[in-house]
């Protein structure tokens, strides 16, 4: 009999816990799609890792234009942010492009960096790394210098 009611509680506590977790989509759509308009400049915020001399940098991109970190140029082609339903999730589309003094410039990287989950889709190069943080939009007339 013990063990009946032990089943039986345990049988109540996950229908309780089914119950409060939030019911899955079943449309299949997407969750992800552009930052809302408002006031302001739609940007990236990202942070580049400089290994050689092992400084970090937070800076912000905004969307179609390029901007320089160390001999990068980073160019955020679109940012895109979770539905409010969704968990929290920002993704960055960046093309990441080489100058090196003296040397052709060379592609690193194009593709879609998710914040959540920065080692998915990186950026391999044995000088810098660069990782999304967030998708926002800037207050103000231009985004500070990252130089």
């Known amino acids: ?44 915020e990202l942070q580049g890792l400089d290994k050689v001399t092992a400084r970090t940098r937070r800076f912000y991109a905004p ?21 409010p339903d969704a968990p929290p999730e920002s993704a960055a589309y960046l093309t990441i492009i080489d100058h090196k003094p003296g040397q052709p410039e060379q592609k690193l990287f194009a593709g879609w960096m ?13 000088v810098y790394d660069v990782r999304v943080l967030a998708c926002t939009m800037l207050q103000g007339s231009s985004a500070p210098s990252s130089r």
């Open 63 to 83: 969307v179609g234009e390029a901007t320089r970190f160390g001999t990068l140029d980073i160019k955020v082609g679109d940012c895109l942010v979770n539905t």
């Open 1 to 44: 009999m013990r063990f009946i009611a032990v089943a039986a509680a345990l049988a109540a506590a996950m229908a309780v816990a089914a119950a409060q977790q939030p019911a899955p989509r079943s449309d299949n759509a997407p969750t992800l799609r552009p930052i809302p308009d408002g006031p302001g400049k739609r940007v990236a």
């Open 114 to 126: 998710f914040a959540s989950t920065p080692a998915l889709s990186a950026l391999d190069d044995g």
